[in-house]
């Protein structure tokens, strides 16, 4: 009798609250930076999205009715686990069809123990660019910290153009180098010029969260201190800052203290990291300064200066409050190196390993439920999809070694990792340094945890983490361009517990969707039901360029081109001298005809060469 009463309490505890939140997603007007009426992704006709909130073991029922009419949707909850729910995650192509215009997507799923301060956004290419993104906290009962007052503070970019302009422009001969669009904006709140009114001797919790679709951004206050208390879901024992950086998709929950009086009001500043643009408009405002304001009849304060821009917080030091070990050696290495280049079609991809994550013809979460056996035989999946099967419990290692001169921040979905190891940035004259098990700094003891890191240029990271959650779960970097040019890979984690798990199996709203957007939902990464092993018909990267023709000798090309017919240059500058050779070599292969803009060509490229020096 004890013993049923106990259980049924545990029952009554474990099951929360159900939300039950119907939206439709649809183009409505936005003017976020005051500068452009432009159209973004709103939910039934609001923009910004709201602020969810959920607590621990709730259940979530979303219904997403894509109201776009031009587009297919998706809609991915950052950094939760999806304990049950693997398909309810949200990645397109992954664990899902898309949603085409006028089908309904029911994501049903419980948070499980997780808290904290997550977000939500589509998982289509770009369409987070595009304003499909919102705040989603899961509020705890039991929060370990005193305060009396929570705020919510985003920080994004934003672009004028929308991303079904973008992304042809940016993935584009014309653009070798891959250079990334340069944002119109800065956004706090997803405004400008945002008063946050505060009270004087009071403790607030503020939950910073970017956003954004590319930029990391500094974040600091005027006469303002941060108490870091979590990091993407994860509590850290308290340390305290001046200075935040934070990338797209990471969040810092932080405690400020405010005023004993109201005499004057202050500067929240925001500023891009511009390491990661590869121009600079002059016309682009890098800093946003925000007010917080503790008197509104009293002058708001102007800009906020700061000496050096080094002293962020290094979130590696952090020390998460459950005190988890470093796991045990890694059962499974998987070991990738970051690289951009282009292909013989002239665009620059991004690379794991020489692989650009191409989308298979049918979702992998559901290759793996129709592939009986064969769902541990990582071939099935695809040869351009970067798939790694998992043993259930395993230890996993994952090493990104960075060939790139960029930063990137890496997010793997279904999981917070430890992150074991971070390198110091590698300048651009000297070569990449790979991590070496064999020669590295000791491991933390209590690793640093969360869902997105960023590597450092030319360096590398690793992070470890136990596979105990059955899924597929994407590994991309969260910058939403590189991902776009395929800097992706997939886990395919429990394959055998996922297929004999009935709450796994796809639901008939899911099949329904699948049918409408004539997205097949069983077979190998080809679509063939029959023989899975057999991937003929798969889908697969563009040929490498031609021996002999260097990606060097395409941006030169390309080069002249761009400047000949557009006469705009506002991407990064190569060697141009001795390609005349190479040029005519490439452009043959790419059939594309220059002579006609010869003279403009060495008219250009002269006032380039001068240009350079
Ligand atoms: C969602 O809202 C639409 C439009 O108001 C309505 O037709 C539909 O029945 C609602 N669905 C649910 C599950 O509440
Ligand atoms: C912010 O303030 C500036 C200067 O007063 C103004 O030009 C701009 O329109 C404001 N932006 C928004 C979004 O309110
Ligand atoms: C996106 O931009 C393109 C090019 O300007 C335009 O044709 C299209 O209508 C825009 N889409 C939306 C939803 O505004
Ligand atoms: C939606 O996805 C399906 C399946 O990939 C595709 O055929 C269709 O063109 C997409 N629709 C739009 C509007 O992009
Ligand atoms: C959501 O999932 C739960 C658990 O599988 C199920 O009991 C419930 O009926 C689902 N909700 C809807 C609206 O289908
Ligand atoms: C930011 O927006 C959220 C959601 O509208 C709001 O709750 C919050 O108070 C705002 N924060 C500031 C600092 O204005
Ligand atoms: C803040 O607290 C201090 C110390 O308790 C007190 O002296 C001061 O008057 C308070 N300020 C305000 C504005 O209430
Ligand atoms: C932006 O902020 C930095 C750091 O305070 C400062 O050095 C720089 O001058 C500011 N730029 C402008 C244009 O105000
Ligand atoms: C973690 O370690 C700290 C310091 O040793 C201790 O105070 C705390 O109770 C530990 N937390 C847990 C969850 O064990
Ligand atoms: C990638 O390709 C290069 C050149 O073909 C080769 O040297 C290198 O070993 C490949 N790297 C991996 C990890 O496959
Ligand atoms: C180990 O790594 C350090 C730091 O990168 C380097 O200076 C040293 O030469 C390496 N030692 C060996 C044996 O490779
Ligand atoms: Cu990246």
Redesign the pocket.
């Given at each position: 009798m004890f013993k049923i009463l106990l259980l049924l309490s545990l029952i009554s505890l474990a099951l929360g609250e159900t939300h039950v939140w119907n939206y439709t997603a649809e183009w409505v007007d936005a003017n976020p930076d005051g500068n452009l009426d432009r159209k973004v992704i709103g939910f039934n006709g609001e923009w910004p999205l709201p602020v969810l909130r959920v607590k621990k073991n709730d259940r979530v029922e979303f219904y997403l009715t894509n109201g776009l009419e031009d587009a297919n949707t998706t809609l991915h909850f950052h950094g939760l686990f999806q304990p049950g729910s693997a398909q309810m995650d949200g990645p397109e192509m992954i664990t899902q069809c898309p949603i085409p215009p006028g089908e309904t997507f029911l994501y049903n799923f419980t948070v499980g123990d997780q808290v904290g301060t997550y977000w939500y956004h589509s998982h289509s290419p770009g369409q987070t660019g595009d304003g499909m993104r919102g705040v989603f906290i899961i509020e705890d009962d039991d929060l370990p910290y005193d305060y009396d007052e929570e705020v919510v503070i985003t920080v994004a970019d934003w672009y004028h153009k929308n991303i079904t302009e973008l992304i042809p422009d940016f993935l584009n001969l014309y653009n070798p180098t891959g250079a990334e669009p340069i944002p119109q904006n800065i956004l706090l709140n997803d405004t400008r010029n945002n008063t946050w009114n505060v009270e004087?001797?009071k403790t607030y919790l503020a939950r910073f969260v970017n956003i954004g679709g590319f930029v990391s951004q500094y974040i600091y206050m005027e006469g303002h201190e941060f108490e870091i208390i979590e990091i993407d879901g994860v509590y850290v024992e308290p340390q305290t800052t001046e200075m935040l950086y934070i990338t797209v998709a990471q969040r810092y929950t932080v405690l400020i203290k405010t005023k004993?009086?109201?005499d004057n009001n202050y500067a929240m500043m925001t500023r891009f990291d511009i390491d990661m643009l590869d121009v600079i408009p002059s016309d682009l405002e890098l800093n946003l300064t925000s007010y917080i304001v503790y008197d509104s009849d009293k002058d708001l304060p102007g800009q906020y200066y700061v000496d050096s821009l080094d002293n962020f917080f290094d979130d590696f030091t952090l020390q998460p409050t459950n005190n988890e070990t470093l796991f045990d050696d890694p059962d499974y290495k998987i070991t990738v190196d970051v690289a951009m280049d282009n292909l013989g079609n002239g665009i620059n991809y991004a690379f794991f390993n020489n692989i650009t994550y191409t989308y298979p013809k049918v979702p992998t979460l559901m290759s793996v439920l129709s592939g009986g056996d064969d769902a541990s035989d990582v071939s099935i999946y695809g040869s351009n999809t970067n798939s790694h099967v998992l043993q259930h419990n395993d230890v996993i290692d994952i090493v990104v070694n960075n060939l790139d001169t960029g930063k990137h921040p890496f997010h793997l979905h279904g999981h917070v990792f430890q992150v074991i190891a971070r390198g110091e940035p590698v300048d651009d004259a000297d070569p990449p340094v790979a991590f070496d098990y064999d020669n590295h700094t000791e491991f933390p003891e209590i690793p640093m945890q969360r869902d997105v890191v960023y590597v450092n240029p030319q360096s590398y990271i690793v992070l470890r983490f136990k596979a105990d959650h059955p899924g597929v779960w994407f590994f991309h970097c969260h910058i939403d361009w590189h991902l776009i040019q395929g800097l992706a890979l997939q886990l395919i984690e429990a394959p055998d517990v996922l297929i004999a798990d009935p709450e796994q199996q796809i639901t008939q709203n899911h099949i329904d969707v699948c049918k409408a957007a004539g997205v097949p939902y069983e077979g190998n990464a080809a679509a063939n039901t029959k023989d899975f092993l057999d991937l003929s018909g798969e889908n697969t990267q563009h040929k490498p360029l031609p021996s002999g023709f260097t990606a060097r000798g395409i941006v030169a090309l390309v080069f002249s081109c761009i400047a000949a017919v557009l006469g705009l240059i506002a991407i990064t500058i190569y060697g141009l001298a001795d390609i005349k050779n190479i040029e005519e070599h490439v452009a043959e292969d790419l059939h594309v005809d220059i002579s006609d803009a010869e003279d403009e060509v060495s008219e250009s490229r002269s006032s380039l060469i001068e240009n350079r020096y």
């Open positions: 004087p001797n004993d009086n109201t």
